[in-house]
């Protein structure tokens, strides 16, 4: 069984600030680790992924996440955010096969001008 | 390409009433997802297909959920006799899988109010 935990329900930030979205997960066996964000009324849209590799992984937007494995934690985050970054933000794992995807509870990002 | 699509996006029903959603995933994709959001929640698996296969069922997919993938290409789900603990964001995903590596993208969702 996998699961994976969002420690912050909310974080609110001013615009151009820096910020740190929390995930850690839980797993008994490899790991893929995704970050979704959604916009009101809307479906996911995939930020980044980490399959393999380096632990660094760059998406779109200008957000990166570093995997490390020894604190089980995939967090996301960006040097500078603008008023269109607020949304709900989902980290998600899914186990060595592939298939169904475990979701934390999510992050809303709350950027203020 | 134009990705995941849904159709409705939104659905108002009555407790009791059957509905059924469509999903078309992104051309030659292989897998297809279902997934259920309720407000304030992250995505919670409900079922998926290989092709036409459904391969895997969620406990939270009682006997009056079905879902189908007759051609393996765009799924059904239906909902028989819906009940207000239903009410929530249905999505879709579709993956190309290739190895053991795959990433899913959804589509918009649908949107089910029980009123």
């Known amino acids: 069984a996998q699961s994976v935990t969002q420690l912050d329900s909310q974080v609110p930030v001013f615009e151009e600030a820096p910020v740190e979205l929390r995930c850690n997960y839980s797993?008994?066996?490899?790991?893929?680790l995704f970050w979704y964000v959604q916009y009101p009324n809307q479906g996911l849209q995939l930020l980044l992924k980490?399959?393999?590799?380096?632990?660094l992984v760059k998406g779109i937007n200008g957000f990166e996440a570093e995997f490390n494995k020894s604190q089980t934690s995939f967090h996301l985050r960006k040097p500078s955010v603008h008023i269109s970054d607020t949304a709900e933000y989902f980290c998600?794992?899914?186990?060595?096969?592939?298939?169904?995807?475990?979701f934390g509870g999510g992050t809303r990002l709350m950027v203020k001008p | 390409d134009t990705g995941v699509s849904q159709d409705p996006r939104h659905k108002i029903t009555k407790r009791g009433q059957n509905v059924t959603f469509r999903c078309d995933p992104i051309?030659?994709?292989?897998?297809l997802y279902w997934y259920r959001q309720t407000l304030g929640q992250g995505p919670e698996f409900l079922t998926y297909?290989?092709?036409?296969?459904?391969?895997?069922k969620s406990r939270l997919l009682s006997d009056r959920f079905s879902a189908e993938r007759p051609k393996g290409s765009f799924s059904t789900l239906e909902i028989q006799r819906t009940e207000q603990g239903d009410s929530a964001m249905y999505l879709c995903?579709?993956?190309?899988?290739?190895?053991?590596?795959?990433?899913?993208?959804f589509g918009p969702g649908t949107r089910l109010l029980v009123l």
């Open positions: 995903a579709s993956s190309f899988v290739a190895g053991v590596q795959e990433t899913q993208y």
């Open positions: 797993s008994s066996v490899s790991v893929y």
């Open positions: 980490y399959l393999s590799g380096s632990t």
């Open positions: 998600a794992v899914s186990n060595n096969a592939g298939n169904m995807l475990t």
């Open positions: 051309s030659e994709h292989n897998r």
């Open positions: 297909f290989q092709n036409e296969a459904q391969l895997e």
